[in-house]
């Protein structure tokens, strides 16, 4: 009995992880047209979240996925220019909790309650433009990068910016 209980609660962990895996939606795009090549330096232009204690945290996060892909910071006219924007909304769920279990044959599922709860959401957007044309040229965005608690918050911010410069500087074809 006890290797049942244990095998469950193994499965029901590891489905948890692959659920809070898939949760976050990383997403990024950028200019086809653009030579990424020519671009070695960056500056900061923005970085607006709602709470400014994250500022520094989506900075040092973008600055580390930068400075990996060989690019150096410059204080003002960069090759490119950074503008890293985080926004969050109460999202609403429903939770249902059945209070009985009649059976389908007699009578249905018993006496059900649905709540409406709320979650906050929180999306990371960065943007980096071509200093000297102001264009856009690469995106990339995270959504569910909040969970409430902000130790977990910070390892899924770094996860998340990771993740959207995994594949940068893009390669055409």
Sequence with gaps: ???????????????????????????????????FSQYKTYSWAKVDTPDPLWNDRVKEAVDRALTAKGFSQVPAGG?????????????????????GFDGWMWGGFGNATTTVENYTEGTLVVDLFDT??????????????????????????????????????????
């Excluded at 898939?22 to 200019?31: I, P, Q, S, Y």
């Excluded at 090759?79 to 209070?99: E, H, I």
């Excluded at 856009?136 to 959207?164: H, N, T």
């Design 79 to 99: 090759d490119v220019s950074v503008v890293a924007v985080g926004t969050t909304r109460a999202k609403p769920t429903l939770r249902t909790f059945y209070d």
């Design 1 to 35: 009995m006890k290797r049942e209980h244990r095998s469950a609660t193994i499965f029901v962990i590891g489905l948890l992880v692959a659920v809070s895996a898939l949760a976050m939606e990383v997403r990024t795009d950028f200019d086809h047209h653009a030579n």
């Design 132 to 173: 000297n044309t102001k264009h856009l040229i690469w995106r990339g965005s995270a959504s569910d990068v909040l969970s409430g608690k902000p130790e977990k918050d910070e390892k899924k911010l770094e996860k998340a910016v990771s993740k959207m410069f995994e594949h940068f500087p893009p390669q055409l074809g």
